[in-house]
């Protein structure tokens, strides 16, 4: 597996590695065959998520000598290990240290899967 700790995704993206020719997922989700003819939605496991949606700060002009305060986030739905499916034509492949990744907005992810509950 890759070292995740290089990698800053941004905004409110979600890094997934897709599972190839899917027909039954880990977790137990079936993919009906239109699916996958039509390749028009696809699935994988999410690898990494970004901050989420910035949220605009208030600015205190008329106060220069306050600290400046950090950009806050409206956090994203998707954790690190989800399964994710999404829709395919809003992924952009990407390739890192040899392994194909896909980089989703998360409003293109359809459904998450999470095991812990």
Do not use: C
């Amino acid at each position: 597996m890759i070292n995740t700790e290089k990698i800053i995704i941004v905004g409110d993206r979600l890094l997934i590695k897709p599972e190839e020719n899917l027909e039954k997922t880990n977790s137990g989700l079936y993919l009906p065959p239109g699916v996958h003819e039509k390749e028009k939605v696809q699935g994988g496991y999410v690898i990494k998520i970004g901050p989420g949606y910035p949220v605009a700060i208030p600015t205190d002009d008329d106060e220069p000598w306050k600290e400046k305060k950090s950009a806050k986030y409206i956090p994203l739905q998707a954790k690190e290990g989800d399964f994710a499916l999404f829709l395919r034509k809003d992924a952009i492949e990407v390739e890192i240290e040899k392994q194909k990744f896909v980089i989703v907005p998360q409003a293109a992810v359809l459904l998450l899967y999470r095991d812990e509950f």
